[in-house]
């Protein structure tokens, strides 16, 4: 099955999620949080943050956050309620026992930063984000220089050897090495995961890695908006939905 067929006419999950057996893998921004202009508007939330601590309680701690945010980011926006994160889209992981691994940055991105920081220095509406492990240009304020950025990127994957991931009105430039799914798969080899049925919810262009390791595992992926190619299974028109769905499930 072709991964055109697979974007057509995305089913709604079951009415309700069934949490006995099941590993929950949860993308954040888009999923569990709406989109914001800015990375820091994002923050703290009670009805998530309580949810996902009843989440985690009734998985037996079979759920992480799975999110191209840096660890400490996930963190403060979800207040520590969970355990297991993989950040910066898997290349730092944080298993259940609350040992940390990551990769090391890659050498290009000292050149990549300096050049990316020039470009946004010409226009206020652009904004670099520093991950220490990659390094992200949000353009949302700035829809028009959308060509401008990922042309820039592309060069600069070129030259320096960076990994280009593209995602929803940004372009990301990170250290080479695991994706989410990767991630996904790591926590499945690992107690309290291991033998589970494994979930992903998650929107973007960075969670395709996600919902391919999951369906390979005998789960399944929920792709967050609208109608797109993906690998998920199923779909949800937004956050509150995904929140709704969740909650029914608690």
């Known amino acids: 099955m072709s991964i055109d067929e697979l974007s057509i006419g ?41 949810l996902l601590s009843r989440l985690a309680i009734r998985l037996n701690g079979r759920l992480a956050v799975v999110s191209g945010r840096s660890l400490d980011d996930i963190d403060r926006i979800l207040e520590g309620r969970v355990a297991c994160a993989a950040a910066i889209h898997g290349l730092v992981r944080r298993d259940a026992r609350g040992v940390v691994g990551e990769a090391p940055p ?30 992200t240009l949000h353009y949302r304020l700035a829809p028009d220089r959308a060509q401008d950025a990922l042309d820039l990127a592309e060069r600069l994957a070129t030259v320096t050897g960076l990994t280009l991931q593209p995602g929803d009105m940004v372009v990301e430039l990170r250290t080479p090495g695991a994706s989410k799914g990767d991630a996904i798969r790591a926590f499945m080899t690992e107690a309290p995961f291991k033998g589970a049925q494994p979930i992903f919810l998650g929107d ?32 949800m028109d937004g956050v509150e939905e995904a929140l709704s769905w969740l909650e029914g499930a608690t």
């Not at 999950?13 to 569990?32: C, H, I, V, Y």
């Not at 509406?125 to 991950?131: A, G, I, S, Y």
């Not at 369906?215 to 299974?233: C, D, F, H, N, W």
């Open 204 to 235: 973007d262009l960075t969670d395709e890695h996600g919902f391919f390791a999951v369906r390979q595992m005998g789960g399944y992926g929920v792709l967050i908006g609208p109608q797109r190619r993906t690998t998920a299974i199923y779909r």
């Open 106 to 135: 890659h050498p290009g991105l000292a050149s990549a930063r300096a050049t990316l920081k020039d470009f946004a220095a010409g226009d206020p509406r652009l904004l670099v984000e520093d991950k220490s492990l990659s390094l």
């Open 10 to 50: 995305l089913e709604r999950p079951p009415s309700r999620l069934a949490l006995e057996g099941a590993a929950l893998f949860l993308d954040l921004d888009g999923t569990l949080a709406p989109i914001a202009e800015r990375p820091e508007d994002v923050g703290p939330d009670r009805r998530r943050n309580d």
